[in-house]
């Protein structure tokens, strides 16, 4: 049986990865409203990607016995001043969650749950993954600056990516 504990902070995971969903929803709508289907491609998938993670831990919260209450989601922002501040928001977003991925890690660890020590790590790797990512998109924003050329250059390859380039098809 898990610990009451990791039980309790497992759902609130579960809750923080469908908010990340939905968040990401909401930064996918602001960049259709700019006619940016590109970036706004790029969101739907980290929503379908964070649907997939909280998915996982759902499911792997029931597998071993732990029960589950679903937690409200809080409304997502969908208005931004700029696209550097989209992708801003969500690299603070990912840095939060990996705190909250590494805090779960250390109280499995204090439990001597070795299972769930083992499920977690994948989303540790998944982390340093979300992390980079957007760190290289706000690099190349900032490049771009207000080069209307480089923007649409952006989006041509943020449009570009496909769901199989991501782990969901993992889960
Ligand atoms: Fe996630
Ligand atoms: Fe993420």
């Known amino acids: 049986m898990i610990d009451t504990r990791l039980e ?10 469908f908010a990340a969903a939905y968040n990401y929803l909401g930064m996918a709508a602001y960049f259709d409203s700019l006619s940016l289907d590109g970036f706004a491609h790029w ?6 990607e964070e649907v997939v993670h ?8 029931l597998d071993r016995g732990g029960k589950i209450d679903l937690a409200g989601i809080p409304q997502p922002r969908s ?3 700029s696209s550097v501040e989209v992708f801003e928001s969500a690299l603070e977003q990912e840095r939060e969650n990996t705190v909250a991925i590494n805090h779960l890690y250390e109280l499995a660890t204090e439990c001597n749950d070795y299972a769930t020590k083992s499920h977690l790590q994948w989303f540790l790797d ?3 993954e979300e992390e980079k990512t957007i760190e290289d998109i706000i690099a190349m924003l900032r490049l771009a600056k207000d080069d209307m050329g480089a923007i649409l250059f952006l989006n041509e390859k943020l449009g570009a990516r496909s769901s199989n380039q991501d782990d969901s098809q993992e889960a």
Do not use: C, P
């Open 43 to 48: 969101m739907q998938a980290q929503h379908d």
């Open 54 to 61: 909280g998915m996982r831990l759902f499911r792997y919260l």
């Open 79 to 81: 208005e931004f001043s």
């Open 8 to 17: 309790k902070a497992l759902g609130r995971q579960i809750n923080h990865e």
């Open 126 to 128: 998944e982390q340093v």
